[in-house]
């Protein structure tokens, strides 16, 4: 993804970062760094790239390998409505969405062998759902306070990302 500036950045990866929460995947991610443009400002636990174990049913595997295929699609989604929150008012995202949904098509057929009406149904509850969460007044204040917190740190560690997003009270 590319940025147009610093903020738009902190947007987009508070996004990914509640995308991330959404999911369940918080104890997947490492750290958060906005200056790690080599490594997609985020890192995950050697866990997020499952990619089998013979000691695990294929089943399973094939359940984990969709799991982070979803949180994966989701995180692409939340960065996208989380870098238009500063603007304040409703933005049209048929391009954007139409460029996520190729990326992350390909990508279900490749790692989850799904069909091409398992991606767009799947796609489009997801992008339904999380427009409804980024509509939401707490999520969105949630937002500013990460994204400017990030900002102003530079990075997150796993507990730090867990205590902005209100999963970890302060006491």
């Not at 989380?82 to 490749?110: H, W």
């Not at 759902?129 to 990460?146: D, G, T, W």
């Amino acid at each position: 993804m590319k940025y147009n500036d610093e903020e738009d950045k902190c947007y987009g990866i508070a996004g990914m970062a509640i995308g991330i929460s959404i999911w369940n995947g918080e104890d997947l991610l490492y750290q958060i760094d906005i200056d790690d443009d080599e490594h997609g400002y985020i890192s995950f636990t050697p866990d997020y790239y499952f990619s089998g174990n013979p000691a695990v049913s294929p089943v399973e595997s094939w359940h984990a390998t969709l799991k982070h295929y979803q949180m994966t699609v989701g995180m692409l989604i939340a960065n996208l409505f989380c870098r238009n929150l500063p603007a304040g008012k409703p933005t049209q995202y048929a391009d954007a969405k139409k460029a996520i949904f190729s990326t992350v098509a390909d990508e279900g057929k490749r790692t989850c062998q799904l069909d091409d009406d398992e991606i767009r149904s799947m796609f489009q509850e997801t992008f339904n759902y999380l427009e409804q969460v980024f509509r939401n007044p707490s999520v969105c204040k949630i937002a500013h306070e990460f994204a400017q917190h990030l900002k102003d740190s530079r990075r997150l560690s796993h507990y730090e990302v867990k205590q902005l997003l209100g999963m970890i009270s302060e006491d």
